[in-house]
């Protein structure tokens, strides 16, 4: 991406949220791109600070949506180990294809819990069947469908778990895919899409590392224009 702007929805001495548009990395080490930790590292030093940027939890590329991130060490320790313990909450919007005809398991609200394993070389996750769950890692998520309208179902998700595309792989397996996702697509057969993908972090809650008071944001999805009945 050639945009270099970010978008700050708040800052203080200890972090700073802001969204990440799809198709910007959190992190790389592509050179010649733009990474979020990048443009903050030169967003900070622009204004003479330190340009510390502590990585706290992270967005597929494809995704937009909220992140916090450390600007001391000391709230980086803290807000990794909330985010280990599963007490940053992480919820998402999410368009899904709903074939008709299709073997569709969700029902109006309910949990996915799911053994993933992640192929590195092909940057892949896959569902692994009960009798080799002990070779991946689990995965839960809880949903909510908010609308079901002309064969996409508009979904509201809370993480449970942070695993490498989990929300992308585990609707794929109830035969929903995300909307615009060329890699899992339908079934997993990386149908190539104009579509952006239909995902979105939409609300971010955390509790700060200096006082401890609850902090909560939100936003809505670019993409919401996209889908009429949104």
């Given at each position: 991406?050639?945009d ?6 708040y800052e203080?001495e200890?972090?700073?949220v802001?969204?990440?548009p ?12 733009q990474d979020?930790?990048?443009l ?7 204004k ?25 060490k000391?709230?980086?320790?803290k807000l990794c180990?909330?985010m ?12 899904a ?12 609200q309910?949990?996915?819990?799911d053994?993933?394993?992640?192929d590195?070389q092909k940057?892949r996750t ?6 080799e ?5 689990k995965?839960?998520?809880d949903?909510?469908v908010l609308?079901?309208r002309?064969?996409l179902l508009?979904?509201d ?20 895919p ?7 697509g339908?079934?997993?057969n990386?149908?190539?899409t104009?579509?952006?993908l ?17 902090m909560e ?14």
């Amino acid at each position: 991406m050639k945009d270099e702007t970010i978008e700050i929805i708040y800052e203080d001495e200890a972090v700073i949220v802001c969204r990440k548009p799809a198709g910007r990395a959190t992190q790389t080490a592509k050179l010649g791109q733009q990474d979020m930790v990048t443009l903050l590292k030169n967003y900070r030093a622009g204004k003479k600070e330190t340009p510390y940027i502590g990585v706290v939890h992270r967005l597929d590329q494809p995704v937009e949506g909220l992140m916090v991130f450390a600007k001391t060490k000391e709230a980086a320790a803290k807000l990794c180990a909330q985010m280990a313990k599963h007490r940053i909450g992480k919820h998402y919007y999410a368009a899904a294809y709903a074939p008709e005809g299709k073997n569709i398991r969700l029902r109006q609200q309910g949990t996915l819990t799911d053994y993933l394993s992640f192929d590195a070389q092909k940057n892949r996750t896959k569902i692994l069947p009960l009798e080799e769950r002990q070779k991946g890692k689990k995965a839960v998520l809880d949903y909510r469908v908010l609308e079901f309208r002309e064969n996409l179902l508009f979904l509201d998700i809370t993480l449970r778990t942070g695993r490498h595309h989990q929300i992308r792989a585990q609707l794929a397996n109830q035969g929903c895919p995300i909307v615009g996702d060329k890699k899992y697509g339908f079934g997993g057969n990386g149908e190539e899409t104009p579509r952006p993908l239909a995902l979105c972090a939409y609300r971010l809650e955390f509790a700060h590392p200096a006082d401890g008071r609850m902090m909560e944001f939100s936003i809505e999805p670019t993409w919401r224009k996209d889908y009429r009945f949104l």
